[in-house]
């Protein structure tokens, strides 16, 4: 089962819990030891800024895959570290990434060693809501995902996962895989909370990774076989056909998804039961047509249903997905009324121009 970490950073002496956290994490995705390091010192930055800029915030940890799909490279294990506050935020993030620049009378190299530090970077920030940085540590230098029977594909994904009450494990688990020009996006509930939830949503990630080729229904109803003898689960299951540009859904169970187009949203309903126990006996899929302008937002009931898009979701397509992932979470809650429930929520977003070319 997937190992999650939140660290609330309140005062100083959490910085060194977040360190330690982010060497287990390492350690756990079986990095080498020079990268190890690298997460501890991102990690390590990231909660020093937050007790200076915000006057805290959390660090969460999760353990993910690359944010592009790559052809059989979506279980290379990354430490994806998010550093989420509700402090004041910044009115100049590009110029907070230029080494030098501070307003904490500090030497003011952190966000630049940790965007130069990571594989992965990316940063939002609104005046008045607060700041969410992401960094993902990866066994760089000699990782090359790039597949010889597939080029990259124009869609990524990414998302945040977070324990209810800093449990070690979340119920929920999400999974992203390619099959040549497809992308298939599922997330899973597990009922309850704890290693339970957590066991029965890993199954589900298993089962979508020996069939991603199926359809969004089809693929509901093999999950359906290997949850049953587990608690069992909410899930949603999105196939994106990246050349025909048509998304297929299916979902059993309360996990929430919208779509975004242009400027408009509508949600896509899925039916009630429990994948694992009580499989409804009618499943019909959605079809959407899939543009440049579109997005994907899955998310589980930990989110409040009424959820409201805030300025990061509006963001141009090179804000990375994970980081729009957490500023859902953020933009839902505050530092006095958290998530209530395990929260997960994914994003399949495009990919900026140069990304995808």
Partial sequence: MPRVWEVPVHDSTRVRGVRVAAGAAARRAGLAEDRVAAAELVATELATNLLKHAGGGQILLD????????????????????AVDHGPGMRDSDAALRDGYSTAASLGAGLGTCMRTADDFGLHSTPGRGTIVMARIGPRPDRDPACPHTGPLPVRAGGVNIPLAAADFSGDAWACVRTSDHVTLMLADGLGHGPLAARASSAAVEAVRTAPHLPPADLLRRLHGALRDTRGAAAAVARLDVTAGRLSFAGVGNVGARLRRGDSWHGLVSRPGIVGAHFPAHLPAHHETWTDDCLLVLHSDGLPSRWSPGPAVHAPTSLDPAVIAASIVRDASSA?????????????????PDRSS
């Fill in 63 to 82: 353990l993910v895959g690359p944010s592009v799909p790559v052809y059989g490279d979506e279980r290379i294990p990354m430490v994806q570290i998010m």
């Fill in 336 to 352: 006095a009324r958290p998530v209530r429930d395990d929260t997960a929520v994914v994003v399949l977003s495009p990919c900026p």
